[in-house]
């Protein structure tokens, strides 16, 4: 417990001197969009991760699982390095300096959001237990937010989590994405002459989510929320970015 805490506060020494150094100030804006790029992926791999286990998390007959924060981050490892070619636990030199610092942050966060949702994915007799992606999307994003300056989010038209409700320029771009095909590449923007970028990466439904997405639009699901009558590839939401061109 001691070396866990140890380890957190020199992660979050080192997120401080990364914020007050020269590194930051100086990062140019391709390698912060390109940051704002690895974040996103690195968040929605997490996301994948979930959704690849729900089976198992929400098997009623299994106790302990096995779905540990250090399984989750060894297949968020590998899957990251699947679709960047980049090694987590042993980042290229080639990376920002940025980068090199906010993706750890992102990937603690994650597995701290898989190590505090233990009791519930291990409890025996419940089947849905409320860990689903976008749970813990959605709790992964506000812990690495809450300690930078970058902030992450899920965001949609119409979330089920008011907490995820977009702001006039998310809800702008969502209803522009929601109105032409699917496309896989992030939209961006400077804003503010320049000093802030916004990124928003497209999330679309896969044939998994429409269990409790898709159709009969209106009846519940499994959650208690009521169905979208979403389609596999109609736009689910997106992650949105925002990175500041240096600290404020």
């Known amino acids: 417990m001691i070396s866990r805490a140890v380890s957190f506060i020199s992660l979050s020494l080192a997120f401080f001197l990364v914020w007050s150094g ?5 990062a140019t804006r391709e390698e912060i969009e390109k940051t704002a790029q690895h974040l996103a ?12 286990n729900q089976t198992l998390i929400n098997d009623p007959r299994i106790g302990d699982k096995g779905f540990t924060p250090e399984v989750f981050e060894h297949a968020v490892v590998d899957e990251f390095i699947r679709q960047t070619t ?12 940025l980068a090199k610092e906010l993706l750890p942050v992102l990937l603690q966060s994650s597995k ?11 409890q025996r007799g419940i089947g849905y ?8 999307g959605s709790q992964a994003a506000r812990k690495f937010s809450n300690r930078s300056y970058v902030k992450i989010k899920q965001t949609a038209l119409n979330p089920r989590n008011l907490k995820n409700t977009p702001d006039a320029y998310e809800e702008n771009v969502l ?13 961006t923007e400077w804003i503010d002459n320049g000093k802030t970028l916004r990124a ?5 439904y896969l044939p998994d989510c429409l269990a409790c997405h898709g159709k009969p639009k209106g009846i519940l699901d499994i959650s208690g929320y009521p169905r979208e009558g979403a389609q596999e ?9 925002q990175i500041p061109m240096k600290s404020q």
């Open 233 to 241: 590839g109609d736009l689910a939401g997106a992650i949105s970015i």
């Open 86 to 97: 980049i090694d987590l636990e042993q980042l290229p030199s080639h990376l920002s300096s």
């Open 200 to 204: 928003l990466t497209p999330l679309y």
């Open 129 to 136: 237990k409320n860990f689903v992606p976008a749970t813990f």
């Open 112 to 122: 701290e959001v898989v190590a505090d949702a233990q009791l519930v994915i291990n």
């Open 41 to 52: 992926t690195l968040l929605n791999v997490g996301r994948l991760i979930v959704e690849r």
């Open 175 to 187: 209803k522009r994405l929601a109105t032409q095909p699917a496309v896989d590449t992030s939209i």
């Open 22 to 26: 020269i590194g930051w100030a100086q």
